[in-house]
């Protein structure tokens, strides 16, 4: 019989993505057996072992540094830049040896449920560090009861330097992530047959998996969640809605990469646009050589792009790109109807830029700094429209061309030169 594993990697700030991923797997109607975590994923894994994802949405979605830490210690505002919080965690270890954990065991306090999490058919696992005896040390439901189990967990979570380490029996423990961030072995050793591992991809050290015969799916973060260090309910409720996206996009529920667009969306819009698309781009440059051709699409994305046909994931890469370079919101599950809408809408809004004469002012420097994408997507979009391209600038500006012509296809999915 099959026993599902949860592994949850430490990554501070960032573990809100996990009750992201927590929440899918519950909508997807995934058992799960065993849950490990590190650090703050020894944190969240207490709130799966107690099938409690209200009172995890509950804390990440009202998170900031009052939560966590003492407002006289960490005096800083939600909106500080992040060079200023790191100094602000310098200040506080060289005077005081790091940050105290007592705000921590008030949310353990709050949210620790002990008849539920007991109860559980769920095993629960954990790592710390014994910083006194220089070794790890692995505890499990078993290992725990009713007095030892906040201060276990909250030594997993006391990551060194930030926090002080936490003292049990008079011994200092740190945070796990100093013997292993991701506890896959620990979720195989507690007789998991099946992985899935979420991996916030944050400092610390991560062991080989053992037994390579365990099946095991990888869910991380393919959006920037914000520094581990910065606790804000904001970047919060974001990372909650990547994390279920990225485990509904890994199960196949939902499609794309880094945006998220409803199942079969992408497929529809690639069958409705792509030969319009590439005839469009065919003749657009059918007065060119293939010498000068090669060279505009030498880019592993696009290399080919007039002999063959576009690949379905680089036309997908393509209209990501033009989400990025809007602006888009990279949380939101889109329609890809809306979202075509979105761009077009985005694209009138743009000002127009006489990008030759603005090109010939700039010397040595780094031009997507200087020039607004959207602004040269727009120089583009004006240029199909004319039938008249620039190729010397084209090649500078390879991805907003294409971009600027998905949108023009969009708009007139039907005209031909």
Not at 26 to 41: D, E, F, P, Q
């Amino acid at each position: 019989m099959t026993k599902l594993g949860l592994v949850l990697s430490g990554g501070g700030a960032k573990g809100a993505y996990e009750v992201g991923v927590y929440k899918a797997l519950k909508k997807l109607h995934k058992k799960i057996n065993v849950v490990t975590g590190t650090s703050i994923g020894a944190i969240n894994a207490m709130f799966v072992t107690q099938n409690d994802l209200k009172g995890a949405l509950k804390l990440w979605k009202n998170i900031s540094f009052k939560t966590i830490y003492d407002e006289e210690a960490f005096q800083l505002l939600e909106d500080e830049k992040l060079s200023k919080i790191y100094m602000q965690y310098a200040k506080n270890f060289i005077n005081e040896g790091g940050l105290d954990v007592q705000k921590m065991k008030n949310i353990f306090d709050k949210y620790f449920k002990p008849n539920k999490f007991f109860k559980s058919n769920i095993n629960y696992g954990l790592i710390t560090y014994n910083f006194t005896k220089n070794k790890p040390v692995l505890k499990t439901k078993n290992d725990l009861n009713k007095t030892n189990v906040k201060d276990y967990v909250i030594a997993s979570a006391s990551c060194y330097p930030a926090f002080k380490p936490y003292l049990i029996a008079n011994e200092m423990y740190i945070d796990g992530g100093y013997y292993d961030n991701l506890p896959i072995n620990l979720a195989i050793d507690m007789g998991a047959t099946e992985i899935i591992a979420v991996d916030l991809r944050a400092i610390g050290f991560k062991k080989t998996v053992k037994d390579k015969t365990i099946p095991i799916t990888y869910i991380a973060p393919r959006n920037k969640i914000g520094s581990f260090l910065v606790f804000d309910k904001n970047q919060a409720k974001n990372s909650i809605k990547l994390g279920y996206n990225d485990t509904m996009k890994t199960f196949g529920k939902l499609d794309g990469n880094k945006f998220t667009f409803k199942k079969y969306n992408l497929i529809k819009n690639y069958n409705k646009y792509i030969d319009n698309y590439e005839y469009k781009l065919k003749k657009l440059f059918k007065q060119t050589d293939n010498k000068f051709l090669s060279k505009i699409f030498e880019t592993e994305l696009f290399k080919g792009i007039l002999n063959s046909k576009t690949s379905y994931n680089n036309f997908n890469n393509l209209i990501e790109e033009a989400g990025k370079i809007f602006n888009f919101n990279e949380s939101v599950i889109y329609n890809i109807k809306s979202y075509n809408k979105g761009l077009l809408n985005a694209l009138s809004n743009t000002e127009n830029i006489e990008l030759e004469k603005t090109l010939k002012k700039i010397k040595n420097k780094n031009l997507e700094n200087i020039i607004d994408q959207r602004q040269i997507v727009k120089y583009f979009y004006n240029q199909i429209e004319k039938n008249k391209i620039n190729y010397k600038i084209t090649i500078i500006f390879i991805k907003e061309f294409l971009v600027a012509l998905y949108i023009y296809t969009i708009k007139k999915p039907h005209l031909t030169y």
